[in-house]
């Protein structure tokens, strides 16, 4: 698990939308070979959305071949509701930008079989060859998607039933009615996102510390859904100084002397006078 630290969340948005856009670019999507992005809902992304939209409409960018999978959904909420996250995505992104509404994919919170929407949304992601990148974010208690305290490390896409801790954290949404908030969602699984080719999750703010202190110097831990990433040949967490305020200040400091792979490339060409074209598969 890679640990990026900026100074505030609009830098650490700024950073991962860059990101984003790089691998986008870097991977030269086709209508036969498209980019399939895992992407979340709520506030964190926000900023990430907003710089990706800015992005298209300067022509930096464009999402024509990229294929779409989110990361949950209320159970029971109807689709036009306002805080359905079928609702928050087209309002928040897809709308404003180039992508095909047949590469958009969301869970169903009202499918007439919930079960067979989930089993039918996992094999619609293997048959894109699997998903290349997954952006995420995580609550306080470092879960990722709805896979809360307690889930399995090898879930799949499933039903879960939302701890309280999460409906009260979700009715700032819901004009702060609990009872406004499903207590039910479909969600993608722990193994779901830990099978992309790469996982990059956002977390700011002094509300995050503890989720961060737990997964990046605490144990591999199915209480913090976040800890498993551990084990993820390429993931990165970026997160702002908020949110180190419980990291041991040798972590912070450790983490920060890593060289990014741009970094890195760079001193390669340096000091060992390669083309950069040898480095395009390490940056």
Known sequence: MRLVIREGPQEASQYISDYIINRIRAFNPTSEKPFVLGLPTGSSPLHI???LIKAYKASKISFQHVVTFNMDEYVGLPREHPESYYSFMHHNLFK????QPENIHLLNGNAPDLFAECLAYEDKIK???????????IGTDGHIAFNEPGSSL??????KSLAYETRIANARFFDND??????MALTVGVQTVMDAR??????TGASKAIAIQQAVEGGVSHFCTLSCLQLHPKSMVVVDRDATLELKVKTVNSMEDILTENQFAALVVRFCHLPLELLKPVI
Do not use: C, M, Q, W
Not at 127 to 137: A, N, Q, V
Not at 154 to 159: A, F, M, Y
């Open 154 to 159: 090898v879930s799949r896409t499933r039903i």
């Open 96 to 99: 404003h930008i180039d992508i």
């Open 127 to 137: 048959s894109f060859g699997g998903i290349e990148l997954f952006l995420g974010g």
């Open 198 to 203: 790469e996982v990059v999750i956002i977390a």
């Open 178 to 183: 609990i009872e406004a908030v499903p207590d």
């Open 49 to 51: 959305y907003n710089d």
